[in-house]
């Protein structure tokens, strides 16, 4: 299936905000993949693509979760976070993605996990800096892309772990890896 045909298909199942924010996505990560040099195919095909279940059954996701072998500590965090393991399952299975890349990519955009590739480090990022997102210090992440991909994630997803603390939100420990993952590099 080509862009367009994937961007049809999503427009059509999501409210026009949100596949607006899609479109900001796809454009934020497209920008970034080419700077960092990764595929810009890839990341339109995960960014498109990345919140396909964000309005799916709450308990249809549960039952994927579980016939499919999902990480089963999921069930027991908000269900926010089940649309990204689950959106990879209906990229996979109703939009023939096959690679395995672009498939963390959208599994992982919502949580990240310790050890990341360039694609899903794109994704994560751009999900939250694209166009549309207003929350105050979003202009600073977005400057910080002349620093290189590795300072953007870890402000990244340290800005998400505040921002969830500062509401009493438990924290899905992939995010806490993740960070911690950046601050052990430094060593
Ligand atoms: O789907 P989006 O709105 O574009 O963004 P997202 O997939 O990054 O995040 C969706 C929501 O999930 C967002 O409101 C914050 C929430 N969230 C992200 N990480 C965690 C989380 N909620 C909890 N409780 N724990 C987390 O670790
Ligand atoms: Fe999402
Ligand atoms: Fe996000
Ligand atoms: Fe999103």
Redesign the pocket.
């Known amino acids: 299936m080509d862009h367009n045909q994937m961007l049809e298909i999503v427009k059509e199942r999501l409210p026009e905000n949100?596949y607006n924010?899609v479109l900001g996505?796809m454009e934020t990560a497209t920008e970034l993949a080419k700077k960092f040099r990764i595929s810009e195919a890839n990341a339109k095909t995960a960014a498109i693509l990345?919140?396909i279940a964000?309005f799916s059954d709450r308990d249809w996701m549960k039952s994927i979760i579980e016939s499919e072998k999902l990480d089963p500590l999921l069930l027991e965090?908000?269900s926010?976070?089940w649309?990204?393991p689950v959106g990879a399952y209906v990229a996979k299975t109703e939009f023939g993605v096959e690679d395995e890349d672009v498939l963390n990519a959208i599994r992982f955009?919502?949580?990240g996990r310790d050890g990341m590739s360039s694609l899903e480090k794109v994704v994560?990022i751009a999900?939250?800096v694209e166009p549309h997102r207003k929350f105050s210090g979003v202009e600073e992440l977005r400057q910080l892309k002349d620093q290189g991909l590795d300072v953007m994630m870890e402000a990244a997803v340290k800005h998400?772990?505040e921002?969830?603390k500062s509401k009493n939100?438990?924290?899905?420990?992939?995010?806490?890896k993740c960070y911690e993952g950046f601050v052990q590099q430094k060593g």
């Open positions: 949100r924010h996505v990345h919140d964000k965090y908000h926010e976070l649309h990204a955009h919502t949580t994560y999900d939250l998400s772990i921002f969830l939100q438990p924290v899905f420990p992939d995010s806490l």
